[in-house]
């Protein structure tokens, strides 16, 4: 079986031979790349020959967020893309604010499903003309997605993943940031927030110690 560096390493090539600025094109070169039930195995013997050092490295630059855990497979400086896989908790561990709310984010993305599945949400927001945030959402299409199904979002779209069922987990290619900052809004209390993240943040905090 082909080794998921070696996966990516090919993906990665295709990938810097499409048209970054069409979206959809990179979705077209993912689509034909992936197959679920192969990734998956790719992803499994993967994780099971880290060492300690390697395995330390992966977790290092990961994070956890309200709705799940985000594993980043591969960050090289040179690419234009990041690969990372989406491993959901379950909907009782949930806390408000990430996932189920609608948001964007701060680069384009193509996602599939390699096991169970969720309820996807998309969006058109009105935006405060003084503040930049959100004051109302209205939604345009609700899907149920399952494992296998792929697709994209640009990181002007919003969109909400209001439930998903245990054991969900997703592979992306994100590509790098192409705004400073995301938004979100919470449908409940009809508050927006703007996210920004902490490594943007340095100069700002220099100049208000």
């Not at 960050?75 to 948001?103: C, I, M, N």
Request: aromatic share 10%.
């Amino acid at each position: 079986m082909i080794e998921l560096s070696t996966a990516l390493s090919e993906l990665a090539d295709r990938m810097r031979r499409t048209p970054v600025r069409r979206w959809s094109a990179v979705h077209d070169t993912f689509g034909s790349w992936m197959d679920g039930p192969a990734l998956r195995s790719m992803l499994r013997a993967h994780l099971l020959s880290l060492g300690p050092e390697r395995a330390a490295a992966l977790a290092e630059r990961s994070r956890e967020t309200t709705t799940h855990f985000a594993w980043c497979l591969r960050d090289r400086a040179a690419e234009p893309f990041t690969f990372w896989l989406h491993e959901y908790k379950p909907q009782t561990d949930w806390r408000p604010g990430y996932a189920d709310s609608v948001h964007n984010h701060r680069y384009h993305f193509c996602t599939v499903i390699l096991s169970g599945g969720y309820l996807h949400e998309r969006y058109a927001t009105t935006l405060d003309p003084d503040t930049g945030l959100i004051t109302s959402a209205t939604l345009l299409r609700r899907t149920e997605c399952h494992a296998g199904d792929s697709g994209y979002l640009l990181a002007d779209e919003f969109h909400r993943i209001p439930v998903a069922a245990d054991s969900t987990m997703t592979f992306l290619v994100k590509s790098r940031p192409v705004t400073r900052a995301s938004l979100s809004f919470d449908p409940a209390t009809r508050i927006g927030h703007r996210h920004v993240p902490v490594e943007s943040r340095l100069e700002e905090l220099t100049g208000r110690i």
